[in-house]
Structures are given as structure tokens and as C-alpha cells.
């Protein structure tokens, strides 16, 4: 068991990249979008997102639903999909709890990368629910097509549905966030559905999404390793690439032989410059960042940003492909590279969004 999940945490933290190709054109430029108002003044700024009332789902009086964590299935664009349903044990059916969907990378399937994050259990200590779902992908590697409205979108807007009407949550406090290849839609939904989710935090893979016009300024905290082998810190793909499953299980992706355009370019904006597009959009100062040491390792990357709709990075000095924080990944250090254990990007992400709540009919912060 140990060995085949340690063989499943490879192919997914590595496979994450792959996905960026099904989107085809999240390595574009980002678009200017209006960036409009945070909603600061209205909610009272972030230190006040928790005074905030809860925005309760259908689910709220009617869910019989305890904690533990189920497997869900559901019919999405004629076929059957699933997810990880991770309730904590402060649902009571009742009383509204927050929401984080945790996206897996490429070719690493929910199972395995419920326990690469941890997410469930760092959320029964935290009292959220934690949706980790299966992407589907063009065969029999699992991944997300980041097309715009294509059928993973779909999907995932179809078990937030579900989840809503099944259960107690509160609709005013949903987080997206994901690895690799998740992170990549993590990056999308951002953009696609910032009706839906308050803040995103996408992990080793933060992506510049062509033609991104949320309705809102959307707080996004990103993470990403300076020796990443798989998306590059300067930009673009990196050598390890090459090594991966192509996404219809024949061949890798570095044999141009298997690929319709060949393999994956290298080159494109770095995680600083595509963060700095996410800062620009939410109408943050044209300035550097300030950085700040969070640790040997780790640097604070905070864009000047109006209240609501911060942009953040950490950037991990040597750090590879990996989720900061999972005990799991430092583990296979010689197939991701260093997992920094400085950090935990639970801890940081949740501190983060719960500094952020959709204000009801604003379209804010």
C-alpha cells in the first residue's frame, strides 16, 4: 500500500503540469479586467470578514449528514463523476460551515491527494468542509481541463450544488484551492466563478488565465518552490516534464511522437510576473511587493493591495514541486523535490481566507 501510494504521489504532483496544455491558452497574458471595488468599506475590511453573518444553504435545517468523509457521486454532462466529501464534526445540520474544494494535480486522483494535502483532517480542527474531486480527463490519467465552461467547470459548479443543498454551509465563505495541474483550475475558477468562491490559494502552479474578468477582485494566496522541476519559478515547464504519462496513458509527454504539437513549450511568465497580473487586476498598487522572511526558507511576498482583495505569494528558497507542510511529499523528495516543512500551507491559506467573505448581492469581499 505504502509503495503504490508513494507510485500514485509521483504521477500526481508531476502530472499537474500536463493539464495546463487542456485549457489551451491558460499560458496567454492575462487580460486587464476592471478590477471595480473590493467591498472593504461595506464589510468593514478584512479583520471584520468573521463578524460576518453566514449566508446559509438550502441544506440548513433539512441535512442529516454527520462528520467523516464519504466518497459522492453525481451525474455530470451524462456521466457519472465523484468527490471526497470531508465533513467535520462541527456540522450539525444546523449551524453554517465554511467550504474549501481541494483540486488534485495531474494523474494524482483525489484519493491520493486527500492525503498529500491533508486538508480533511486539518479541517475537522478547523470546522470547514473539505471537497477534494476526481478530474476526469481525456482518458485514463486523471486531470482538469481548464477549458473555459468545459466540462470540469461544469462539474465542479454541479457538486457545489450538491454540496449545498446536502449539507449545512455557508455560501458566503467557499475556498478553492489545489496543486499542480489543480492549481491550474484553482486559477480558472478564480476567475470563471467569483460569484462562488471568496479567495483562492493555488499551490505550485498559480496560472496567468487569458481573458480573466471575474466580477470581482478575487484574494488569491499563492505557493510555489524556487526549484520547482515541473512549472518552472522563472516560467514555463521544467525539464521533469518530460518523464510524465501522457494523459492517454501511452507514452510520456517529452515523446513528440505522442503529442499532437509536440511537447510542452518551455518559457512564459514567471510566478512573480503572473501574480503581479493577479495584483494588478484586483487593483493593487503598480509596485513591487514587499517582502518579508517567514522563515529560513520562506519569504512573504504582499502586493499593496486594497482591503479585500489581497494578492500574496510565499516563495520556498530550494523548494520543489510540492505542498508545503505535507508530510507525505517530503517523503519522495528525490520525485518532487524539497518539501519545506517551515511552513504549512493549511495554516496559512485558512488564516487567509477566513480573512475574506462574499458580501451578499455586492459581488465583494
Not at 494524482?108 to 483532517?121: N, R, Y
Not at 526549484?227 to 522563472?234: N, P, V
Not at 514541486?321 to 505535507?326: L, R, T, Y
Amino acid at each position: 500500500m505504502a509503495r503504490s501510494l508513494r507510485r500514485m504521489t509521483v504521477m500526481l504532483t508531476c502530472g499537474v503540469l500536463l493539464g495546463a496544455c487542456s485549457g489551451g491558452d491558460d499560458d496567454a497574458g492575462v487580460a486587464d479586467a476592471d478590477a471595480g471595488e473590493s467591498g472593504a468599506d461595506d464589510a468593514g475590511g478584512p479583520a471584520a470578514a468573521q463578524d460576518l453573518d453566514p449566508r446559509p444553504s438550502a441544506g440548513c435545517g433539512a441535512s442529516t449528514v454527520g462528520g467523516g468523509q464519504e466518497k459522492v457521486t453525481l451525474a455530470s454532462g451524462g456521466v457519472e463523476r465523484w468527490y471526497l466529501r470531508h465533513v467535520p464534526p462541527a456540522h450539525d445540520g444546523t449551524t453554517p460551515v465554511p467550504v474549501v474544494v481541494d483540486l488534485h494535480g495531474y494523474s494524482e486522483g483525489a484519493e491520493v491527494h486527500a492525503a498529500v494535502s491533508g486538508l480533511g483532517p486539518y479541517g475537522d480542527e478547523q470546522g470547514f468542509v473539505t471537497l477534494t474531486p476526481h478530474g476526469q480527463g481525456r482518458g485514463p490519467v486523471p486531470l482538469w481541463d481548464t477549458t473555459p465552461g468545459g466540462p470540469d467547470q461544469v462539474f465542479l459548479e454541479g457538486m457545489l450544488d450538491d454540496v449545498e443543498a446536502s449539507l449545512c454551509v455557508d455560501t458566503a465563505r467557499v475556498y478553492v484551492t489545489g496543486l499542480s495541474n489543480g492549481a491550474m483550475m484553482t486559477s480558472r475558477l478564480a476567475c470563471a466563478l467569483s460569484d462562488r468562491f471568496a479567495a483562492a490559494a493555488p499551490v505550485a502552479g498559480v496560472t496567468a488565465v487569458a481573458g480573466c474578468s471575474p466580477e470581482r477582485p478575487v484574494p488569491v494566496v499563492a505557493f510555489h518552490g524556487t526549484d520547482d522541476g515541473f512549472l518552472a519559478y522563472d516560467g514555463g515547464f521544467g525539464p521533469q516534464v518530460a518523464s510524465l504519462p501522457s494523459p492517454d496513458g501511452q507514452g510520456t509527454i517529452g515523446d513528440a511522437a505522442d503529442q499532437p504539437d509536440g511537447p510542452p513549450a518551455a518559457g512564459g511568465p514567471s510566478v512573480p510576473e503572473v501574480m503581479a497580473d493577479w495584483a494588478g487586476r484586483n487593483g493593487c498598487d503598480d509596485t513591487a511587493p514587499e517582502e518579508e522572511a517567514v522563515a529560513d526558507d520562506v519569504t512573504l511576498l504582499s502586493f499593496s493591495c486594497p482591503a479585500g482583495a489581497e494578492a500574496e505569494l510565499y516563495r520556498v528558497e530550494g523548494g520543489g514541486h510540492s505542498w508545503p507542510g505535507s508530510e507525505l511529499l517530503a517523503n519522495v523528495e528525490n520525485v518532487v523535490g524539497h518539501t519545506t516543512m517551515s511552513i504549512s500551507a493549511n495554516e496559512l491559506m485558512w488564516e487567509f481566507f477566513e480573512q475574506h467573505v462574499l458580501v451578499a448581492g455586492s459581488g465583494k469581499s
